[in-house]
């Protein structure tokens, strides 16, 4: 049988379950998933195995493949060094994001990291001890419009964000602007779709959505999105 989510065993208790009895539940639950995997038939088709799906969500390994294959990625630093930062920030608008999976568990709830912009008096203002894990720093590439492409196998389909001219400033985080901030449309880009392929396949997965975007004719990869919610 499926085993219970987290949550649902939760309900089986008279009270919540504390940060540790979660982590183990999430751990014995985890090596359940690989057991059920390593049992299933020779034919079975898996879209993406699971430890390199973990792997690939790991936006340092995505840069890596994307720039030994010649694919441009914003410029980009990864440090929890207060000075390192700030002498990036600098030198152009930057966001920050979180290497891999972008949650974090506080009180027993799960909380969402999110692209940010980071403007130079924030980083100034912040004490050395914010800085206690490595975070991506990043160039902000200008742009008014970005590109998703979902790839299965050897099958791309482009997709053209386009965001809507509004009163407040657009988030530089897709998530949050799904219902209004962005336009999206079925588009035809060889280009875009011959890349996206090869990133998917050099990554070693079947399928994944990959943000782009694009200044003067020139295409940047944002970030894979290798585990399919998005």
């Known amino acids: 049988r499926r085993p ?20 183990h539940l999430e751990f014995n639950l985890s090596a359940v ?53 700030i002498e990036f920030v600098k030198n152009q608008d930057s966001v920050v994001k979180p290497l891999s999976i972008g949650a974090f568990k506080k009180n027993n709830l799960r909380c969402e990291l999110l692209t ?14 914010q800085f206690f894990t490595p975070v991506i720093v990043q160039e902000e590439i200008k742009s008014s419009i970005e590109y998703r492409v979902v790839v299965f196998g050897d099958k791309a389909f482009p997709f053209k964000m386009v965001r809507r001219s509004t009163s407040q400033e657009i988030s530089v985080d897709i998530r949050e602007e799904v219902d209004f901030g962005y336009i999206g ?37 944002l970030d894979m999105n290798p585990n399919g919610q998005w």
Not at 116 to 129: A, K, N, T, V
Not at 194 to 221: P, T, Y
């Open 185 to 221: 449309s079925r588009i035809d880009h060889s280009e875009l779709e011959h890349i996206a392929v090869s990133i998917v396949r050099g990554s070693g997965l079947k399928f994944s959505s990959i943000d782009f975007l694009e200044r003067q004719g020139e295409v940047f990869m």
């Open 116 to 129: 940010r912009r980071i403007p130079l008096h924030l980083i100034e203002s912040l004490p050395e001890s």
């Open 33 to 85: 998933f690989h057991h059920i995997r390593k049992c299933l038939p020779a034919n079975c088709i898996v879209v993406n195995e699971h430890d390199r799906m973990l792997a690939m969500s790991n936006k340092a390994i995505q840069f890596s493949v994307a720039e030994k294959m010649g694919i441009k990625v914003p410029n980009y630093i990864i440090s929890n060094k207060k000075n390192d930062v």
């Open 4 to 23: 219970l989510s987290s949550r649902d065993v939760s309900r089986l208790y008279a009270g919540p379950l504390s940060e540790f009895e979660i982590e």
